[in-house]
């Protein structure tokens, strides 16, 4: 079966620190990957989507970037973080087919001071 | 500009008792509708996902309900309990890769 990690579950870092985020998925091969940011009170806004190794789509501007090293590997940075960049961040994973059905992991909580 | 509007934005209930959440959109091309519950500060998980096709489906306690021509979704839960204390939320899909969310419902049953 198929899980998707995510690691750290809660982070507080200060203004102007850098950020880096992980999402890991297990059992399943060529999943197309996904980051979200959730703030409160908001629907999901989607930062980030990758159909493959070293292909990153962004879908809105801003100070945070995606990279995916490995085939079931997604990072989330930021060089500096910005108090605006608080938020719930969720990882998610799907396969083509199954009307592109999307499974979210855990989440990370992150709340810049 | 696509939009999915859920309404109400918090309901609260007794436990055992049922109710309805409703979800409009404006999304097109359309190509599914998915209801996802999310318990506070967890990943969203989903319940149903339909079809232009289909006008309903059911996961156990819980029933959607879709009007493609109205462009209307409804999520019934009958005989609540109070682990369906959550967010639900309404979420509508082109076909692609890209995602339409609704700000969701927050759902509180009380003893």
């Known amino acids: 079966s198929q899980t998707i990690h995510q690691w750290p579950a809660t982070l507080v870092q200060p203004v102007g620190s850098p950020l880096s985020l992980e999402c890991t998925v297990e059992?399943?091969?060529?999943?197309?990957l996904y980051w979200y940011r959730q703030a409160a009170g908001r629907g999901l806004q989607l930062l980030f989507y990758?159909?493959?190794?070293?292909?990153i789509s962004s879908e809105v501007p801003q100070n945070l970037s995606a990279s995916r090293p490995q085939d079931r590997q997604f990072i989330l940075s930021s060089k500096k973080l910005l108090l605006s960049d608080s938020g719930f961040y969720l990882c998610?994973?799907?396969?083509?087919?199954?009307?592109?059905?999307?499974?979210f992991g855990p989440g990370t909580r992150l709340t810049v001071l | 500009k696509n939009q999915v509007e859920q309404s109400p934005q918090s309901l609260i209930i007794l436990e055992g008792k049922n109710c309805t959440l409703q979800?409009?959109?404006?999304?097109?091309?359309?190509?599914?509708l998915r209801w996802y519950k999310q318990d506070t500060g967890r990943g969203p998980v989903s319940l149903t996902i339909?079809?232009?096709?289909?006008n309903t489906k059911s996961n156990g306690r819980y029933t959607a309900t879709l009007d493609a021509d109205t462009k209307q979704s409804s999520l019934h839960i009958t005989a609540s309990q109070l682990s369906d204390s959550a967010s639900y939320i309404c979420?509508?899909?082109?076909?692609?890769?890209?995602?339409?969310f609704g700000t969701g419902t927050r759902l509180t049953i009380i003893p």
């Open positions: 998610a994973w799907s396969v083509l087919g199954s009307y592109n059905e999307q499974f």
């Open positions: 059992g399943t091969s060529n999943p197309n």
């Open positions: 990758s159909v493959g190794i070293g292909q």
């Open positions: 979800c409009n959109y404006t999304v097109s091309p359309f190509s599914n």
């Open positions: 339909m079809t232009f096709s289909e």
């Open positions: 979420v509508v899909s082109e076909g692609n890769e890209k995602l339409t």
